[in-house]
């Protein structure tokens, strides 16, 4: 991969001067990497990653992993239905996987009962889904190659040879 | 009994005239410090994985004086992978704790009393105090940044006078980050045999080096049974305080070196022994990771350094820059003292290497990304204010 991508991974935020310091490029050559790869869609966007546990008005946000059955479709296997599940904003996340169901869907929503309506007058009676199993997520520990624990630091000594 | 408590050698032995700044950086809190020689990550999860899993196991033995068989064999193999040596590891080579005793344990085996031992300059602080406590008497070569701090086979020449034994060496280098390529090396390795020296080299950061391949010397032609190689697990798997280390030679030299060693330090520690080898066999990728990221920051500190005025050379290994201060007009324990009052930077003043190294001051780069931008930001803020 790219070094340019790997720091960006890394840091969304690394300004082109730095990344060109970091990896021994030129500006201009860097800024003229990142439009291409935002231009033909290698970067999709930029976000951050937040620890909601520390957010009060998201702690109460619920998570709900559902593993999907679905009937595939002649010409259109998964896709179809696939996609008229993601197509929703409640969707955060759809996965066709391997397994004894289809897809797994990430739904998220204000309460527990906004999730179970989700998916009890949406995603159920959709046509061609022949069975839902949902899980509630209790505890985040680790999300996007990130702990979300606070470590308990490195317990380096500030000065050595 | 007042007087001569304390043997004449451990007297002799110059005191470290920086203990009073280390003591300074260490009673402070909220610094940014840049004065540290170890990695900052932390070792790997599957090596920290494989020491507590054996401890739950019992692991918590004696293991034979060499070390474990089996840390030699996989030690042995991956040499012989990576760089096309061949070290027996029943008779070969011997697990020590970490680099620093091995060094220890070679001048014992090696020097007679008054035996001289060639050491570069800038050099790690233990070189000369080790060759000491031996009996020995050390000949600085002194390096300085014109030349990026390499030794050169001239300088070896004219110091090889009669009763020198060893030359010591260390590349990539702590504090330079210096390291030499194959060609360099060729004419160190005949200047030494010419004068039918022996080498105790140093490549403990062999795994950190950017611009090449890294050689060791071992490997050049008519040179294993000159070269005690000495290794370990410290900076290319983040181990520093697991302690291991090995060396390998000849044989007989590694007998010697290993008899000393069952008296004084009986072995290494299991737990160390069998984390190193789960590091050798699994670790590869951690490595490159490291060696990745290492070298991102070496870059950013190479040229904010130079930007901002410190001259310095671009170091090819090792996670340290060597730069110059002497447009300050500073003594490098008084930059170092100041830096650290004014703006909470810590760094290791150059003398700590050698007389000749005043001037300089090391900076590791053994640090978070955002660690090191606030440092580069506090230095330069310090070097204009200094400038007024």
Redesign the interface.
Same mark, same amino acid.
């Not at chain 1, 310091?21 to 021994?24: A, F, V, Y």
């Not at chain 1, 380096?156 to 040879?161: G, P």
């Given at each position: 991969m790219d #070094?340019i991508l #790997?720091?960006l991974v890394g840091?969304g935020r690394a300004t082109p001067e #730095?990344i060109a $310091? !970091?990896?021994?490029k030129n500006v201009a050559q860097v800024k003229k990497l990142i439009s291409k790869y935002e231009t033909d869609g290698t970067i999709v966007k930029y976000k951050a990653i937040l620890n909601t546990e520390l957010i009060p008005e998201r702690r109460s946000l619920v998570t709900a992993l559902i593993e999907v059955c679905i009937d595939p479709q002649e010409d259109a296997g998964f896709d179809r239905v696939a996609e008229r599940i993601y197509n929703f904003p409640e969707v955060t996340s759809c996965y066709l996987v391997s397994g004894d169901h289809d897809l797994l869907v990430v739904v998220e929503g204000d309460s527990l009962n906004t999730v179970a309506d989700f998916i009890a007058s949406k995603l159920a009676p959709m046509a061609h889904v022949r069975s839902t199993r949902t899980h509630f997520l209790l505890k985040k520990y680790k999300e996007d190659g990130q702990i979300l624990k606070k470590g308990a630091g $490195?317990k380096? !000594?500030?000065?050595?040879? | 009994m007042t007087q001569d408590r304390i043997s004449k050698i451990v007297e002799k032995l110059a005191p470290s005239g920086i203990r009073a700044f280390f003591d300074l950086v260490l009673n402070m809190k909220d610094v940014i410090s840049l004065g540290v020689g170890e990695p900052d990550f932390v070792t790997p999860w599957h090596i920290r994985e494989k020491a507590i899993h054996s401890l739950e196991k019992g692991f918590t033995s004696y293991t034979s004086n060499k070390g474990m068989p089996e840390l030699r064999k996989e030690i042995a193999q991956f040499l012989q992978k990576r760089y096309g040596l061949s070290y027996d590891f029943l008779e070969e080579i011997l697990i020590t704790v970490g680099v620093s005793e091995g060094l220890d344990l070679a001048m014992r085996a090696l020097l007679n009393p008054g035996d001289k031992v060639l050491v570069p300059e800038p050099a790690y602080v233990s070189y000369g105090p080790v060759v000491e406590l031996a009996g020995g008497e050390p000949i600085y070569l002194q390096t300085n940044i014109k030349n990026e701090f390499k030794l050169t086979a001239q300088q070896i020449d004219q110091a090889a006078v009669k009763g020198t034994k060893a030359l010591m060496i260390n590349y990539p280098s702590n504090p330079t980050g210096t390291s030499y390529t194959k060609a360099e090396l060729l004419a160190i390795a005949q200047v030494v045999k010419k004068h039918d020296l022996l080498i105790v080299s140093d490549e403990d950061y062999d795994e950190l080096t950017y611009d090449f391949d890294h050689t060791p010397l071992s490997s050049l032609p008519g040179m294993k049974d000159r070269v005690i190689y000495l290794n370990g697990f410290s900076k290319a798997y983040a181990m520093t305080g697991f302690r291991i280390g090995y060396a390998c030679g000849p044989r007989e030299i590694i007998a010697a070196m290993t008899k000393i060693h069952q008296y004084t330090m009986l072995c290494a520690s299991i737990t160390g022994q069998i984390a190193a080898q789960d590091a050798l066999k699994y670790g590869q990728r951690d490595v490159a990771e490291m060696r990745k990221e290492y070298n991102r920051r070496r870059r950013y500190m190479v040229s904010s350094l130079n930007e901002m005025g410190l001259d310095c050379h671009t170091p090819q290994g090792a996670f340290y820059v060597f730069p110059s201060i002497q447009k300050t007009g500073m003594k490098s324990l008084d930059f170092a003292k100041d830096l650290l009052e004014k703006e909470k930077v810590a760094l290791v003043p150059g003398v700590a290497f050698g007389p000749s190294c005043e001037g300089y001051i090391r900076i590791s780069y053994a640090s978070s990304y955002e660690n090191l931008q606030e440092a580069v930001k506090r230095i330069k803020r310090y070097l204009q204010k200094s400038k007024e």
């Open positions: #070094e #790997e720091v840091n #730095e $310091k !970091l990896t021994g $490195k380096r !000594l500030n000065i050595s040879y | -």
